[in-house]
């Protein structure tokens, strides 16, 4: 356990994955002083520490670095920026008082419940593994039906093999990146099964991990059985048509041991639901937040894969450093106008995150597209267009917008739209 929390903290960041790392940097950056990191794991570096792929850093180091080595050159920092951190620590709650200040409740195995003082709060506590149940696959229950991420965790951490002939369903990265590490193990990987038409993981990640290693990915198609008394024998599988229903007439069966559940990510959202924090259910499933990063709830900020689910940690860090930057004011007194123009997804776009913007700040919006889409365009509001080769939901789609861009827009709610290039 890494143990360092006591008296009143400037910012407390909940998680130390690269977003919370990222978010207390940004707070000492600011000019705070004491801020604290708070994590449930026996180590700081979030989901990172289980990536021993490489494929880190190329956007904010221009290098590649496995996901511990990201991970060790913030951990490394906000050592040297004596950042207090206190590891094996769960956030069970925090409360806010009338004059704004906030209480964290922690459960430290080895000191009990603590509750610690801070002026802001920031949630980076990243998401988690959607499981079987979330989409009901019929068939017995036996062992060898696990999630890519836990699988990732068995092998990568404690060294466990999930099993011998594994089958995958859904191409999220995890699902890829596991494919790969299995076969590397001596494992046989018999098939990635993906229910969309196109695969949900980035493209290097489908060349690398799945071309490259001769494995098959089926898309169209989804898993409609898992059969097995103890342990996995075989699942069946079938093609899907347009509404997405399985053509059973076409379903066949594939014998393997192991089932890998790789079928998308939710932010965790228990401590922001706990608080009443606005959450944006229905297109990032995160915290609604502005372009401070802030929550609905004045001096608590949110960033990093709790908001939305990233596609590279590099981004993550970005969005965490500004989050940090904000919450780290906030609690020095300082605020910032309140946002007055909200910012929506329009045609094929699924999020824009932040939620809202105000002018004469440059900021940048993260989006993911719903479709495929070759030479098309953004559109936002009539006031710019970029032109973009090709654009693929699994792949963030970012854009910078200048300061004085907004100076010229007079309405509340500007549209962002994904369209056809004339
Ligand atoms: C398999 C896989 C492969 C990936 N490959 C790449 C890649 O090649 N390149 C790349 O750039 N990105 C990759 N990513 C993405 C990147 O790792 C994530 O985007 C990033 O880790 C998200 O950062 P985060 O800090 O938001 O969340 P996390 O890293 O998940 O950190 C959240 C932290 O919060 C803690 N926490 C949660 N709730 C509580 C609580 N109540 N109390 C205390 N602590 C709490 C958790 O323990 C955790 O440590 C990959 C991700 C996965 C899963």
Known sequence: MLGRA????????????????????????SGAERVLILDREPEIGGILLQCIHSGFGLHYFREELTGPEYAERFLAKAIDQDIDLLTDSYVSGVTVDSSGRKAVRVMNEQRGILTLETRSVVLAMGCRERTR???????????????????????????YLPGKRIAILGSGDIGLIMARRLILEGCEVV???????????????????????GVPLHLSTTV??????????????????E?????????????????????????ENELSRKLGIQLDEVN????????????SMPGMFACGNVVHVHDVADFVTREALLAGQFAGEWAQGIRRPIDNI???????????????????????VYMRCREPMAKCKLRV?????????????????????????????HGDTLRVDLVPRG
């Not at 407390?12 to 950056?29: E, H, N, Y």
């Not at 409609?224 to 048509?241: K, L, M, Q, S």
């Not at 990032?284 to 929550?295: D, F, I, L, Q």
């Not at 090709?390 to 861009?405: C, G, H, N, Q, T």
Request: aromatic share 6%.
């Open 191 to 213: 098939g990635v099964f993906e229910i969309m038409p196109h695969s949900n993981g980035l493209t290097r990640n489908v060349v690398q991990c799945l071309d490259d290693f």
């Open 342 to 364: 909200n910012l929506v997804p329009g045609d094929n776009l699924r999020y824009c995150v932040p939620h809202s913007l105000s002018p004469g700040r440059e900021h940048t």
């Open 284 to 295: 990032t499933g995160g915290p609604w937040v502005s372009s401070t990063m802030e929550t």
């Open 133 to 159: 149940g979330a989409i009901r696959i019929p068939g017995t229950r036996p062992s060898g039906v696990l999630t890519a991420g836990f699988a990732q965790k068995l092998v990568n951490m404690m060294g």
């Open 243 to 267: 509404d997405m229903a399985p053509i059973m007439e076409r379903a066949w069966d594939v014998d393997c041991d192991t089932l890998l559940i790789s079928i998308g990510l939710i932010p």
């Open 381 to 409: 509001g009539d006031l710019r267009e970029k032109k973009l080769r090709y654009v693929f939901p699994a792949e963030m789609i970012s854009l910078k917008i200048r300061p004085d861009l907004l100076d010229r827009f």
């Open 6 to 29: 006591e008296g009143r903290y400037d910012v407390v960041v909940v998680g130390g994955g690269p977003a919370g790392m990222g978010a207390a940097l940004g707070a000492r950056d």
């Open 224 to 241: 409609v059985n898992i059969d097995g008394r103890d342990r996995v024998e075989r699942i069946t599988v079938a093609p899907v048509g």
